[in-house]
């Protein structure tokens, strides 16, 4: 059983561009969350999908926005970067079902400048 | 958004028990206490969860109060390798059950 892998661990960007995060789900689960940890502070909760449709979202303005594809894998896009963008980014599968916890990937470090 | 509480930090002598604790009053009927841990930045690491009854696993026991506005993480026998950040999470009841993560408590385990 495989877990939750992102893609890339690291990134630099420039103020204004724009980034893609992947992530692939663990096997066996239907739905994904992307969190926002910024240093020093804990996860948070950016959106999630189930079933390649939004199906929550955080306080995240729409700059940010994601895909669920057909295999569970994922993806999280930010436009128009800010300096406050640094962060960890860290995507987490799991099910819909609340006796079930999220398995969480080892994150994306964004670095924008 | 986040449903609890934790003090910002502990310290625990290596070989003693930890208790970490939370507080998660307005916690619904249905809703799980899940904890995780964080060490250096890496991914949040799954300890244990429950609704009502203590649990134990492996890593650690859980107790939950009756009314379960409350709860401890126990580490039974901490080592250096348990220092880390301690999120106590409620899975919040709506459509998407999702995590809504607090401060947690960074737990420092001395030789």
């Known amino acids: 059983e495989t877990g939750v892998t992102q893609s890339p661990t690291h990134l630099i960007k420039t103020r204004g561009q724009q980034v893609t995060l992947r992530c692939s789900s663990q096997?066996?689960?239907?739905?994904v969350s992307w969190y926002q940890q910024a240093l020093g502070q804990g996860p948070q909760f950016i959106f999630q999908?189930?079933?390649?449709?939004?199906?929550g979202r955080g306080n995240f303005p729409p700059r940010f926005s994601g895909l669920q594809f057909p295999n569970y894998s994922s993806e999280l896009n930010v436009n128009a970067l800010e300096l406050d963008d640094s962060a960890l980014y860290l995507c987490?599968?799991?099910?819909?079902?609340?006796?079930?916890?999220?398995?969480f990937g080892s994150g994306t470090r964004l670095t924008v400048v | 958004d986040a449903k609890t509480t934790q003090p910002p930090s502990m310290d625990c002598a290596e070989g003693r028990a930890a208790n970490l604790p939370c507080n998660h009053s307005?916690?619904?009927?249905?809703?799980?206490v899940y904890w995780y841990r964080q060490i250096h930045s890496q991914g949040p690491q799954y300890i244990i969860h429950?609704?009502?009854n203590n649990e134990t696993n492996e890593m650690a026991s859980l107790i939950i109060t009756e009314d379960r506005k409350s709860s401890t993480l126990i580490l039974p026998h901490a080592t250096l390798r348990d220092t880390a950040v301690y999120y106590c999470?409620?899975?919040?009841?709506?459509?998407?059950?999702?995590?809504?993560f607090g401060t947690g408590t960074s737990l420092t385990v001395i030789p």
């Open positions: 307005t916690i619904s009927g249905n809703e799980y």
């Open positions: 429950g609704l009502k």
């Open positions: 999470i409620v899975r919040v009841q709506n459509t998407g059950n999702q995590f809504y």
């Open positions: 987490a599968s799991s099910t819909l079902d609340r006796n079930y916890g999220y398995t």
């Open positions: 096997s066996g689960h239907n739905t």
């Open positions: 999908y189930y079933r390649e449709e939004e199906n």
